[in-house]
């Protein structure tokens, strides 16, 4: 199959991943335009890029209707929402080419409870743990966990914007934290997993259903504080290659 280099891409999301998505995007040969959507204002200062500020980037037939009108020969979605939302399903059913899994395969990242299934069904190691409905439950599991000493792990099963999880020394901080998620989300479901301790890397692979690509390790900034003081966040930065880690691809 011969590739065709596109010329106009359609860039969903407005975050600082998209900004280093369409800076790197335009700057490619032959790429004569990269319109995001919604984007922001300093994505816009980009060469070569063009912001839709009204843009839902949760609103899949929209903006099939906006590549299809911008002749865009390829869509790019940035952040984990829209994919779980559909956005490149609704891209893919009026033909433009997505890089992005469907709203099926995202649902590995929308759903913790989920990823702990696939995970045990394929025989992956995976912290001990389980997903609950109920306070009551959710805390009964997290005391006897906490029993071992080595503290409690409590994830919203949805989204959070990497804002889901509480890494809690004891027990009683678990049960706040089981407190605090189904006071915020009453009909969600929240996963308790057992503290696993060291440094953590993320391998992100590219595939297509039958051929894969492995990036370089990376390792991210996640806690708030110097010393792992404060809680998780989003995500403070990363940094790659790593000096205790080998890239797979070299």
């Given at each position: 199959?011969?590739?065709?280099?596109?010329?106009?891409?359609l860039?969903?999301?407005?975050?600082?991943?998209?900004?280093?998505?369409?800076?790197?995007?335009?700057?490619?040969?032959?790429?004569?335009?990269?319109?995001?959507?919604?984007?922001?204002?300093a994505?816009?200062?980009?060469?070569?890029?063009?912001?839709?500020?009204?843009?839902?980037?949760?609103?899949?037939?929209?903006?099939?209707?906006?590549a299809?009108?911008?002749?865009?020969?390829?869509a790019?979605?940035?952040?984990?929402?829209?994919?779980?939302?559909?956005?490149?399903?609704?891209?893919?059913?009026v033909?433009?080419?997505?890089?992005?899994?469907?709203?099926?395969?995202?649902?590995?990242?929308a759903?913790?409870?989920?990823?702990?299934?696939?995970?045990?069904?394929a025989?992956?190691?995976?912290?001990?743990?389980?997903?609950?409905?109920?306070?009551v439950?959710?805390?009964?599991?997290?005391?006897?966990?906490?029993?071992?000493?080595?503290?409690?792990?409590?994830?919203?099963?949805?989204?959070?914007?990497?804002?889901?999880?509480?890494?809690?020394?004891?027990?009683?901080?678990?049960?706040?934290?089981i407190?605090?998620?189904?006071?915020?989300?009453?009909?969600?479901r929240?996963?308790?997993?057992?503290?696993?301790?060291?440094?953590?890397?993320?391998?992100v692979?590219?595939?297509?259903?039958r051929?894969?690509?492995?990036?370089?390790?990376?390792?991210?900034?996640?806690?708030?504080?110097?010393?792992?003081?404060?809680?998780?966040t989003?995500?403070?930065?990363?940094y790659?290659?790593?000096?205790?880690?080998p890239?797979?691809a070299?």
């Amino acid at each position: 199959m011969s590739l065709v280099q596109p010329t106009r891409i359609l860039l969903v999301g407005g975050g600082a991943r998209e900004h280093a998505l369409a800076w790197k995007l335009a700057s490619e040969p032959g790429v004569n335009e990269v319109i995001v959507a919604p984007g922001s204002d300093a994505i816009a200062a980009e060469p070569r890029v063009r912001c839709l500020p009204g843009a839902d980037p949760l609103d899949g037939p929209t903006l099939a209707r906006i590549a299809r009108a911008a002749s865009a020969e390829l869509a790019v979605v940035g952040p984990e929402a829209p994919l779980a939302a559909g956005v490149a399903d609704d891209l893919r059913a009026v033909g433009v080419p997505v890089f992005g899994p469907s709203a099926a395969a995202a649902r590995i990242e929308a759903s913790k409870a989920f990823c702990r299934d696939v995970a045990e069904a394929a025989g992956v190691p995976i912290a001990r743990g389980a997903a609950f409905d109920t306070a009551v439950s959710a805390a009964a599991f997290a005391r006897r966990l906490a029993a071992d000493g080595d503290g409690v792990v409590i994830k919203a099963d949805g989204l959070a914007g990497g804002k889901g999880v509480d890494v809690c020394d004891d027990g009683a901080s678990a049960q706040e934290a089981i407190r605090r998620r189904f006071e915020r989300d009453p009909g969600g479901r929240v996963v308790v997993e057992e503290r696993l301790t060291g440094p953590e890397a993320s391998l992100v692979v590219l595939a297509d259903g039958r051929d894969v690509l492995a990036l370089p390790p990376a390792r991210d900034h996640k806690r708030l504080l110097d010393g792992d003081r404060g809680p998780n966040t989003g995500g403070m930065g990363a940094y790659s290659p790593l000096p205790d880690l080998p890239d797979p691809a070299a």
